[in-house]
């Protein structure tokens, strides 16, 4: 339509129209800049190109109820209430498919994340990345992208083996022994936990062991009892890992000197001060990084490489790894790997994320009252439970330090966030049920007029229900789960006004089957919503 438009305003090039939905109502439905982009290639005001586009749409859009020019040369669009309502049975026959769509056409995608070393429990910095991941994970599935969620599991180098000094000192010092700890030994209680439960099984059978070789014993065994560890608080939490990859294998199968020999073969490899280097700094590096140490032995960015390199061998498109805050100068280097490996820019991408800040009330907390050390992620998790958990650990950008308030993640209020929401959903399985006391079953299609529907409460709930497929691409693509718990509470905050204003149940036949198709449509997208943040939909509370 503004091509027709292009000799009246002698443009040149027209750029690309973007519409945006406004965030105050009385801007309507979309709104657009195209004025003011259109302004520097003609002699006119963007509130005078502005005015001559509405007179022109004004003619040939009729879904619109009314466009209007606003300050400065926006155009808002405010479109008819009925081109709303079909949306309401495809919602309807969708039921939980509704909102899938396919930007990701298929790529196969990894998202790699938490990757706690399997040394001692995980805290609760783990905890965000765990759901912000397993959360970003179920969006792109529904956007189209077919996802794999991998755990690496850092079980080799020099920290195994002092997990295993620290376990065996503690396991001697348990049974009477006089032992001299190491001196960068893991000092936790979990240590003395891990160290009785052998003593518990075995008792004193390895106190007559070389001791080389105990520790060679407990390093197996202590580490598959914390990875274990590790894996059921995650299952507690709800995130299931489809693949876990442990370091080892890639020195094993003798990936990492396979990797290195590659980067040699391709000029970006060379000798300094008996060390191998990277010549990263010739892919934006700030400086060279080492890959073998002057003793022979592999660096942690030599493993990486050779970790990511396949990643790529496996067939992944696309990789997302989700980093805490220690690892941002870390990014850099490896994607100048990337580059060296010859992968496309796009191949690596790293979300960083900032670390959680623990309260109860305004009070911070910084150690366990069990143990007086560190604050474990299970301890929070059997505190608060895994909805509050997982909603208050998306609902912010990972750009941003989280607070998390242990106390107002388990209130029963509406100052909650997560109960407010999953109380909407409560609130709407009540109403049907309700209905179905009074025999009134849901309506078919065929059954309802929906043009009974045409009260604010109604249409601002419908106009809400309609944006999902938005924003699952808008969460997609920005990576940023933590905008669907915005709408969560867009939409529970929606739906309880128009319960107040709006009696679902009455005894106009014709509107209690409109209004009950519209509380099914509600309930069918905030389900999924609460089921891609990983958050129950409970039907009581």
Request: charged share 30%.
């Amino acid at each position: 339509m503004v091509e027709n438009l292009r000799d009246e305003l002698g443009l040149r090039d027209l750029p690309p129209i973007i519409l945006e939905r406004p965030k105050e109502k009385a801007h309507g439905d979309w709104s657009t800049n195209l004025a003011f982009l259109l302004s520097s290639q003609v002699k006119l005001t963007p509130q005078e190109i502005a005015t001559k586009l509405v007179s022109y749409l004004r003619k040939e859009l009729n879904q619109v109820d009314k466009i209007e020019v606003a300050g400065g040369g926006f155009i808002n669009f405010f479109l008819k209430p009925v081109s709303f309502l079909p949306f309401l049975p495809q919602i309807i026959k969708k039921g939980g498919r509704y909102g899938e769509i396919n930007i990701g056409q298929g790529i196969k995608t990894q998202v790699e994340f938490v990757s706690a070393n399997p040394v001692g429990p995980m805290h609760i910095g783990h905890g965000r990345w765990a759901a912000v991941g397993d959360s970003l994970a179920n969006i792109l599935e529904k956007a189209g992208f077919r996802v794999e969620r991998e755990f690496y599991i850092n079980d080799y180098g020099s920290q195994m083996d002092i997990f295993a000094k620290s376990v065996s000192a503690r396991y001697s010092e348990i049974l009477g022994e006089k032992v001299t700890f190491p001196e960068n030994g893991y000092q936790g209680a979990y240590i003395y936990e891990i160290a009785q439960e052998i003593v518990d099984k075995d008792g004193k059978k390895f106190l007559q062991v070389d001791p080389i070789k105990r520790e060679q014993i407990f390093k197996e065994r202590a580490y598959k009892q914390v990875l274990e560890h590790i894996r059921k608080t995650l299952e507690k939490m709800g995130v299931i890992f489809d693949v876990w990859f442990s370091e080892r294998t890639l020195h094993k199968k003798g990936k990492v000197k396979e990797t290195v020999n590659y980067l040699k073969a391709n000029g970006c490899v060379y000798e300094k001060d008996g060390a191998v280097w990277l010549r990263t700094s010739q892919f934006g590096d700030d400086k060279d990084r080492v890959l073998i140490r002057e003793n022979g032995e592999p660096t942690y960015f030599a493993s990486d490489i050779a970790y990511h390199k396949d990643k790529y061998e496996r067939g992944f498109q696309k990789v997302i790894d989700i980093w805490g805050a220690d690892h941002h100068g870390y990014v850099k280097r490896m994607k100048a790997a990337m580059k060296a490996l010859r992968y496309s820019d796009d191949f690596l991408e790293v979300i960083i994320g900032q670390m959680v800040n623990l309260l109860r009330g305004k009070d911070p907390v910084r150690m366990s009252k069990r143990t007086g050390e560190m604050v474990t992620l299970e301890e929070i998790l059997d505190e608060v439970g895994k909805d509050a958990l997982r909603y208050f650990f998306v609902s912010k950008n990972t750009d941003s330090a989280l607070d998390f308030d242990i106390e107002l993640a388990k209130k029963e209020s509406q100052e909650n966030p997560v109960y407010y929401v999953q109380y909407a959903h409560a609130r709407i399985c009540s109403i049907l049920k309700f209905a179905e006391e009074r025999g009134i079953k849901q309506p078919s299609l065929s059954q309802v007029n929906l043009s009974l529907l045409r009260k604010g409460e109604e249409l601002d709930l419908i106009k809400k229900l309609v944006e999902f497929p938005e924003i699952i691409e808008e969460c997609a693509l920005s990576r940023a789960p933590y905008k669907l718990t915005i709408y969560a509470q867009d939409l529970a905050a929606l739906f309880h006004i128009f319960y107040t204003q709006c009696r679902v149940v009455s005894e106009d036949e014709c509107l209690t089957k409109a209004r009950l198709l519209l509380v099914k449509a509600t309930q069918t997208v905030l389900k999924e919503v609460l089921r891609l943040l990983g958050v129950s939909a409970p039907e009581k509370m």
